[in-house]
């Protein structure tokens, strides 16, 4: 009995250790090979989807962000309004701000995964030494349910809307908007830096 509780303690402790690694991962992107630009000057960083919170706490951290690394960025809730804009207002905002590159971070949406694995716990002892504690463990499925949330972030050359570079990115078992978007803006940074868009971090 015993160590029937020992093992499903352990059981408790690796799931909730599981859960804690949330991260976002690169799953693909594109660049395009032509641009030369070197990095933008002043960022115009825009979130498409969810709610008006969850917008601009994504926004606010994309730009303290780049501000780290020395290069000026603003968010676009500060030029438009919540809900829907359209293409000559989203303009007329870019134009205002200044800003030579456009940082767009569209929701695809967000999965709900099934995973099944099977956990061994020690059943009635059969025989007495090595081989009846061997031959006491019997399988017992885990159910658990975790959710991916991927995410679209594209880069446009405002002067000529050109895109410049897009990724695609998952998120395991996000939380909330607040505690995701520093990894999730740390993974895209990444690889703008690899592409010559952004500086290294200071």
Same mark, same amino acid.
């Given at each position: 009995?015993?160590? +029937?509780? /020992? ?32 990095? /933008? ?5 825009? !979130?498409?989807?969810? *709610? ?6 994504? @926004? ?14 603003? $968010? ?7 809900? #829907? ?11 205002? %701000? ?12 967000? #999965? ?5 694995? *099977?956990?061994?716990? $020690? ?11 061997? %031959? ?5 499925? @885990?159910? *658990? #349910?975790?959710? +991916?949330?991927?995410?679209?972030? %594209?880069?446009?050359?405002?002067? #000529? ?6 990724? +695609?990115? @998952?998120?395991?078992? $996000?939380?909330? +908007?607040?505690? @995701?978007? $520093? !990894? ?11 592409? !010559? ?6």
């Amino acid at each position: 009995m015993q160590r +029937i509780v /020992f093992l499903r303690a352990l059981l408790v402790i690796a799931a909730m250790l599981f859960a804690a690694c949330a991260s976002t991962t690169l799953k693909d992107s594109w660049s395009d090979p032509s641009y030369t630009g070197g990095t /933008f000057k002043k960022w115009f960083v825009i !979130g498409i989807g969810g *709610n008006a919170v969850a917008r601009r706490t994504l @926004e606010d951290v994309m730009v303290a962000k780049l501000r780290a690394r020395g290069v000026e960025a603003v $968010p676009s809730y500060q030029y438009l309004p919540d809900g #829907q804009a359209g293409e000559q207002q989203l303009d007329g905002a870019v134009a205002v %701000s200044g800003a030579d590159g456009l940082m767009m971070v569209r929701l695809r949406g967000v #999965q709900t995964r099934t995973q099944v694995t *099977n956990a061994y716990v $020690p059943g009635p002892m059969m025989g007495v030494g090595w081989y009846g504690m061997y %031959s006491g463990f019997y399988a017992i499925p @885990e159910v *658990n #349910q975790y959710q +991916i949330a991927t995410v679209e972030t %594209s880069v446009f050359q405002v002067y #000529q809307k050109k895109l410049v570079w897009t990724g +695609i990115t @998952e998120t395991f078992d $996000p939380t909330s +908007i607040a505690q @995701e978007a $520093p !990894g999730f803006a740390d993974v895209i940074l990444g690889s703008l830096q690899q592409r !010559g868009v952004v500086p290294p971090a200071k």
